[in-house]
Structures are given as structure tokens and as C-alpha cells.
């Protein structure tokens, strides 16, 4: 990339990049590295033409938070609809789950060379979860 004098590097981070929940420490932890390492290549790729930006959704709709929504529902005896609602996006503005489409959306974007001047920073697709 530096050779070419042009490229994008897209971090697929996660809104827990942004902010922390209890019993995630693991977690929490990675994603926070994993901006800084962002923030530390977007400096020193800005002199090439090199931007680097995390994306940062919260909850995806996939095969592994659906089935983790089922146990969920099960495990408390209450609709899977209100462990999204109640539980899994009690701390967001939208109530409902982001799609994977959308976030394969933001990474393109970011591709672009319309993309050039962002870099550095953190594209949260977290229904206002890192609003409060």
C-alpha cells in the first residue's frame, strides 16, 4: 500500500471497542486493543495515503447471536423478541438488530477513495448505544 501510495486498511471491531460490559472482559479487552492498533496505523499511514478505521456495530444478526437469543429465551422463559428488546438492546435508541448487510455497506464505504479524508476513527452501527 505505502508503495502504491494508496489503500485502506478496515478494522471489523465492535461497539464493545467503544464501550465496556460486565462479564466481557476478554472480549472488551481484544477490541480495545484493536483500536488503538486502528488509531496507531492511521498515523502512520496518513504520509502514504493509507487511512485505517475500525467499524464498530453492536449486535449483528448471525447464526451465533440468534442462537444465543433462543438460549436466552429459553433459559428465562420469555419470548425471544424481549431478550432482544429487554436484554441484548436495553442500552440502545433502535431496538433491533443490525444486519449484516449494513455493515458490509459501512466497510465498503470506507473503501472508497470518497473515503480518503476519514481515517482514525470509529464508525459505530450501534443503534445509540455509544450515545448515552
Known amino acids: 500500500m505505502y508503495a502504491q501510495g ?5 478494522n471489523l471491531s465492535s461497539v464493545h471497542g467503544l464501550r465496556a460490559s460486565a462479564y466481557k472482559s476478554a472480549y ?6 484493536l483500536e488503538g492498533l ?5 498515523l502512520e499511514g496518513a504520509p502514504h495515503g493509507v487511512t485505517s478505521n475500525c467499524v464498530n456495530p453492536g449486535y449483528v444478526r448471525t447464526p451465533l447471536v440468534e442462537k444465543q437469543i433462543a438460549d436466552q429465551a429459553a433459559a428465562h422463559g420469555v419470548p425471544e423478541e424481549r431478550v432482544v428488546t429487554d436484554l441484548l438492546l436495553k442500552d440502545t435508541a433502535l431496538k433491533r438488530l443490525v444486519e449484516p448487510e449494513e455493515v458490509a455497506e459501512a466497510v465498503a464505504y470506507l473503501c472508497t477513495p470518497e473515503a480518503s479524508f476519514v481515517t482514525g476513527t470509529s464508525l459505530a452501527l450501534d443503534g445509540g448505544w455509544t450515545a448515552h
Open 6 to 10: 494508496w489503500g485502506r486498511i478496515v
Open 28 to 33: 472488551v479487552a481484544a477490541k480495545h486493543g
Open 38 to 42: 486502528s488509531k496507531t496505523a492511521a
